[in-house]
């Protein structure tokens, strides 16, 4: 999320967005600060600063998509390497990266990203609210929808050690982390009709221009 702030606020805006009411944006981020360890708190701050930004300097609408959810427990496992276990808070990944450890109660490795993800989920549904109250500087212009049921696998999806472990459909996410063709067309889909409701929400009245001096 702060990789993409800072291309917003570094110039890469077109500059027909400043002034286009009928430009729609779907904002899809926030699993790639989990993958790397961030809090779900952390990844939810960027996620609406994000969003506060293209209110703040567009006249569009932003829809707000929930994080879908991830199977891939081999990133978790690299998140809690041996010297985590170790009490440590945090330890060097590949490529001499440091990284935070991210560890269950008893500094093993999480089963699930699920609990991450619905917490993510959670703040950021929340913040969109808030944002698009009467008096928010997106009333009537910014939405958020969860698009992530559809990937949950049923047979996956067991509770284990007092946390929800939840798997998602191979047929939609080969890799259990990035939908596939079909994948995106049920995500199409789902966005679609979030979009065309988001459309037709009563936005905040256009400012009165004045119309053109003529020059003789």
């Known amino acids: 999320t702060q990789h993409l702030l800072w291309r917003l606020q570094s110039g890469e805006a077109a500059a027909s967005w400043k002034s286009d009411p009928q430009m729609l944006t ?15 708190s952390e990844a939810a701050s960027g996620v609406l600063a994000v969003t506060a ?4 300097h567009t006249e569009g609408r932003v829809l707000v998509m929930a994080t879908l959810p991830r199977a891939d427990t081999g990133r978790l496992r690299q998140l809690c390497p041996l010297s985590c276990r170790e009490g440590v808070a945090e330890a060097v990944g590949r490529g001499g990266v440091r990284l935070r450890c991210v560890c269950d109660a008893a500094r093993r490795p999480r089963r699930s990203f699920a609990p991450a993800v619905l917490r993510l989920n959670a703040r950021v549904a929340a913040g969109v609210q808030e944002l698009g109250r009467a008096d928010g500087v997106g009333r009537g ?17 067991a509770r284990e050690g007092g946390g929800v472990r939840e798997g998602v459909r191979r047929s939609l996410m ?13 995500m199409g889909r789902c966005m679609g009709a979030a979009l065309d409701r988001l459309a037709q929400m009563p936005g905040r ?12």
């Open 141 to 157: 212009r910014v939405a958020f929808v969860d698009c992530g049921g559809e990937f949950v696998d049923p047979e996956g999806a």
């Open 53 to 56: 930004w293209l209110l703040q």
């Open 26 to 40: 779907a904002v899809l981020i926030g699993t790639n600060n989990l993958g790397s360890g961030q809090r779900p």
């Open 174 to 186: 080969p890799d259990l982390l990035h939908p596939n063709a079909s994948g995106h067309l049920l």
């Open 205 to 216: 009245p256009p400012e009165r221009r004045s119309p053109p001096r003529v020059r003789n």
